[in-house]
């Protein structure tokens, strides 16, 4: 029997836009990269990069959102201290990744996330952060993913699909150039112009 997907669209849900602080442009490219990368396969809408620049990763980004279709916002070198106070001022809420917080598994923290019905602006680490992203002033919620120290795109992808309740994993991203057919042994992928001329 097929596999029933649900039909509810993650576009039902509040959005959710990822803050990545710390990125070192010499170290980190590929990492960050992998972050914006699963912020945006997992239908996160935006992503922020704060306090440095780094066009090599917006162009990726770019790219990768013009062949694989969705809508996707990148900024960069916004520092964190404004791209919250912006997103506070908008009445969204935020969320910090870190091993140290409310366990997702064991407490009740995400349901009282989403209780408030919110855009959450995610806030991850690579280095140590600075102690301020722990207080009230700056995370309304301190979470973690399991309480031991791994990584931030790990810790992203389980967030996010925890929040989106799988459904993020069945969404068909609009304005696409190419689209994966799931496939057991292939690899078929379609293009814009053979879905648009037989559906
Ligand atoms: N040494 C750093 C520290 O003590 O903050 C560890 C940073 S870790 C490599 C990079 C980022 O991954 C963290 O800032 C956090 O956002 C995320 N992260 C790692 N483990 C996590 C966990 N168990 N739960 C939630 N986020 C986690």
Redo the contacts with the bound molecule.
């Keep these: 029997m097929a596999n029933s997907q649900p039909t509810q669209k993650p576009n039902d849900l509040p959005k959710i836009v990822v803050l990545r602080?710390?990125h070192r442009p010499q170290r980190d490219v590929r990492l960050t990269t992998h972050v914006a990368l699963t912020a945006r396969a997992l239908c996160a809408s935006g992503f922020i990069l704060s306090d440095v620049e780094d066009p090599k990763i917006e162009e990726t980004i770019m790219k990768v959102t013009k062949n694989w279709g969705g809508t996707f916002s990148f900024e960069m070198g916004t520092s964190w201290k404004k791209a919250v106070r912006d997103w506070k001022a908008k009445d969204g809420i935020v969320t910090?990744?870190?091993?140290y917080?409310e366990n997702i598994q064991t407490s009740d923290v995400l349901s009282r996330i989403k209780k408030l019905n919110k855009d959450v602006l995610v806030?991850?680490?690579?280095?140590?952060?600075p102690g301020e992203f722990y207080s009230s002033d700056v995370s309304d919620f301190n979470?973690?993913?399991?309480?031991?120290?791994?990584?931030?795109c790990?810790?992203?992808a389980i967030?996010l699909d925890r929040f989106f309740e799988g459904k993020e994993l069945a969404e068909t991203f609009d304005k696409a150039k190419m689209r994966i057919v799931p496939s057991m042994r292939e690899k078929k992928v379609k293009s814009e112009w053979s879905w648009a001329n037989n559906p």
């Design positions: 602080w710390g910090h990744l870190t091993a917080g806030i991850v680490g690579s280095q140590k952060v979470v973690s993913i399991g309480n031991q120290p791994h990584s931030e790990a810790a992203l967030f």
